[in-house]
């Protein structure tokens, strides 16, 4: 039932979702990317793979014990679908159910396979439909959608490619150097660094991409950053301006791939964060406007030589960034984003004063710095792994190693500029991929310096952290 009266202050909002007894899961390999929901939403549990916590979090629910290896190499959609074929999960979500009333469910990513098996549990989805997520999810669609909006992107080009000779000819106004995406994927894995003929031919992906356009864009000398929004019937919620942590060595086999995040104060100047604003609710209006609401994340490339900031891509969904954001000072002085974003799937009527909201986020700015860091597989193929660290709070020691200090279930846990909360992702027996995840670190402090190289503080981190695992091969 519809409340009486509109929520329209944040103390209201807050204690809505406190007194909430509708259940809500959110369904994914972990419970990363809403760590610490549990703490603001009656009736909300996180049914996984992964338990990061040893069994200290009681709303979650990990099919692990009951479910055979192997779901490391499967994709978030096939988990979910696993997961939600699964009897203890079945089994899990019907006890929750309150009697004439759907439950919820909540992803970060999911497919039209993930929507029935959800809708056949009379679990009522909190994201808009696959196919129009996957519209917003095509960098192509990106490209187009951004100049509607009169927001700058790379300057590129939508092509097919039949062969180099072909690239030359339709982008060879942008330079000699190129970067190609493709509509869909990790960038990590579909964007390529073109210069010249031995790199195109090297990319086999490039020659077999089966009549797709491709987005080619002039290769610039940037920084990354990420911003994330909701989109609601009051408007677009803004959050802060994140820099990006991309393709370094350190963390990943992978060129290009995101591996991080940082928040702060001073990390960019005020003139890149107003225009990220702007941009960013540009876009959350228009994708409103098309029928999507809720969370989503944006993408954006700083141009060094003149400080340009440009849209990258549209990413619908919670997304690697959101703890960073929703575990900020401001969110939790007032609300976490995914509390807007629930709002619009909620049988609840709000009015958000949303200009003054963006603008108090705004005028904050973050009086403390917060970094995460992905620290991914860089062996080869087919790697077994034979032992991991505990999750929980690290201490860094005067010797460049690292121990086990305690357990934590949030990265407020973390007491001193020498600890960070490490969550490891494998468990012992897992064979590994180039490219896999081995922890999610979380600390104070910023991971790159002033010209966006990683710190030695964050080198000595990264190594101390890959010695906790040990691994053999195939």
Same mark, same amino acid.
């Given at each position: 039932m519809a409340s009486a009266m509109p929520l329209r202050l944040i103390t209201d909002i807050r204690r809505f979702f406190e007194e909430n007894e509708t259940p809500i899961f959110f369904i994914n390999s972990s419970d990363y990317n809403m760590m610490g929901a549990q703490a603001w939403i009656g009736q909300f549990s996180f049914i996984t793979v992964i338990d990061f916590y040893e069994g200290n979090l009681p709303q979650l629910f990990c099919l692990a014990p009951h479910m055979p290896g192997g779901y490391s190499a499967m994709t978030l959609e096939e988990m979910n679908t696993r997961l939600l074929s699964h009897d203890e999960v079945r089994r899990h979500i019907l006890s929750k159910a309150r009697a004439g009333k759907k439950s919820k469910a909540m992803f970060l990513m999911y497919d039209d396979t993930n929507e029935q098996l959800a809708r056949a549990l009379n679990l009522d989805i909190c994201h808009p439909a696959n196919k129009l997520k996957a519209f917003f999810d095509d960098k192509i669609n990106t490209v187009r959608l951004a100049e509607q909006a009169s927001v700058p992107s790379v300057p590129n080009v939508l092509s097919v490619v039949h062969d180099y000779a072909h690239l030359r000819a339709v982008a060879g106004h942008l330079g000699e150097h190129l970067v190609i995406q493709k509509a869909f994927g990790d960038s =990590?894995?579909?964007t390529f660094f073109i210069s010249n003929e031995s790199d195109f031919d090297a990319c086999s992906e490039l020659r077999s991409t089966d009549g797709a356009e491709l987005k080619i864009m002039k290769q610039i000398n940037c920084h990354?950053?990420?911003?994330?929004?909701?989109?609601?019937?009051?408007?677009?919620?803004? =959050?802060?301006?994140?820099?990006?942590?991309? &393709?370094?060595?350190?963390?990943?086999p992978l060129r290009g791939a995101w591996c991080g995040n940082e928040l702060g104060p001073g990390i960019f100047d005020v003139s890149t964060l107003e225009k990220a604003r702007q941009y960013t609710e540009r876009i959350g209006d228009m994708m409103y406007k098309m029928g999507y609401k809720g969370y989503f994340e944006l993408d954006f490339l700083i141009d060094q030589s003149d400080s340009t900031l440009y849209l &990258?891509?549209?990413n619908p969904r919670l997304s690697g960034a959101s703890p960073l954001t929703n575990q900020?000072?401001?969110?939790?002085?007032?609300?976490?984003?995914?509390?807007?974003?629930?709002?619009?799937?909620?049988?609840?009527?709000f009015e958000l004063d949303v200009a003054d909201l963006n603008k108090r986020w705004f005028e904050h700015l973050e009086t403390e710095t917060w970094s995460q860091m992905l620290v991914k597989h860089l062996g080869k193929n087919g790697a077994v792994v034979e032992s991991v660290p505990r999750s929980g709070i690290w201490k860094m020691q005067e010797n460049g190693t690292i121990e086990y200090a305690r357990p934590a279930v949030l990265r407020s846990e973390i007491r001193s500029d020498e600890e960070a909360l490490l969550l490891c992702v494998p468990k012992v027996g897992d064979s590994l991929k180039q490219g896999h995840e081995l922890t999610r670190m979380l600390l104070r402090g910023r991971v790159m310096d002033e010209s966006f190289e990683l710190t030695t503080r964050s080198k000595t981190w990264i190594e101390a952290v890959r010695q906790t695992f040990t691994t053999k091969e195939a």
């Amino acid at each position: 039932m519809a409340s009486a009266m509109p929520l329209r202050l944040i103390t209201d909002i807050r204690r809505f979702f406190e007194e909430n007894e509708t259940p809500i899961f959110f369904i994914n390999s972990s419970d990363y990317n809403m760590m610490g929901a549990q703490a603001w939403i009656g009736q909300f549990s996180f049914i996984t793979v992964i338990d990061f916590y040893e069994g200290n979090l009681p709303q979650l629910f990990c099919l692990a014990p009951h479910m055979p290896g192997g779901y490391s190499a499967m994709t978030l959609e096939e988990m979910n679908t696993r997961l939600l074929s699964h009897d203890e999960v079945r089994r899990h979500i019907l006890s929750k159910a309150r009697a004439g009333k759907k439950s919820k469910a909540m992803f970060l990513m999911y497919d039209d396979t993930n929507e029935q098996l959800a809708r056949a549990l009379n679990l009522d989805i909190c994201h808009p439909a696959n196919k129009l997520k996957a519209f917003f999810d095509d960098k192509i669609n990106t490209v187009r959608l951004a100049e509607q909006a009169s927001v700058p992107s790379v300057p590129n080009v939508l092509s097919v490619v039949h062969d180099y000779a072909h690239l030359r000819a339709v982008a060879g106004h942008l330079g000699e150097h190129l970067v190609i995406q493709k509509a869909f994927g990790d960038s =990590g894995r579909t964007t390529f660094f073109i210069s010249n003929e031995s790199d195109f031919d090297a990319c086999s992906e490039l020659r077999s991409t089966d009549g797709a356009e491709l987005k080619i864009m002039k290769q610039i000398n940037c920084h990354a950053a990420a911003m994330e929004g909701c989109a609601t019937a009051s408007g677009t919620i803004v =959050g802060p301006l994140m820099s990006e942590v991309i &393709g370094f060595r350190e963390l990943t086999p992978l060129r290009g791939a995101w591996c991080g995040n940082e928040l702060g104060p001073g990390i960019f100047d005020v003139s890149t964060l107003e225009k990220a604003r702007q941009y960013t609710e540009r876009i959350g209006d228009m994708m409103y406007k098309m029928g999507y609401k809720g969370y989503f994340e944006l993408d954006f490339l700083i141009d060094q030589s003149d400080s340009t900031l440009y849209l &990258g891509e549209i990413n619908p969904r919670l997304s690697g960034a959101s703890p960073l954001t929703n575990q900020s000072s401001f969110a939790q002085a007032n609300a976490p984003l995914y509390l807007y974003h629930l709002l619009e799937w909620m049988d609840v009527d709000f009015e958000l004063d949303v200009a003054d909201l963006n603008k108090r986020w705004f005028e904050h700015l973050e009086t403390e710095t917060w970094s995460q860091m992905l620290v991914k597989h860089l062996g080869k193929n087919g790697a077994v792994v034979e032992s991991v660290p505990r999750s929980g709070i690290w201490k860094m020691q005067e010797n460049g190693t690292i121990e086990y200090a305690r357990p934590a279930v949030l990265r407020s846990e973390i007491r001193s500029d020498e600890e960070a909360l490490l969550l490891c992702v494998p468990k012992v027996g897992d064979s590994l991929k180039q490219g896999h995840e081995l922890t999610r670190m979380l600390l104070r402090g910023r991971v790159m310096d002033e010209s966006f190289e990683l710190t030695t503080r964050s080198k000595t981190w990264i190594e101390a952290v890959r010695q906790t695992f040990t691994t053999k091969e195939a």
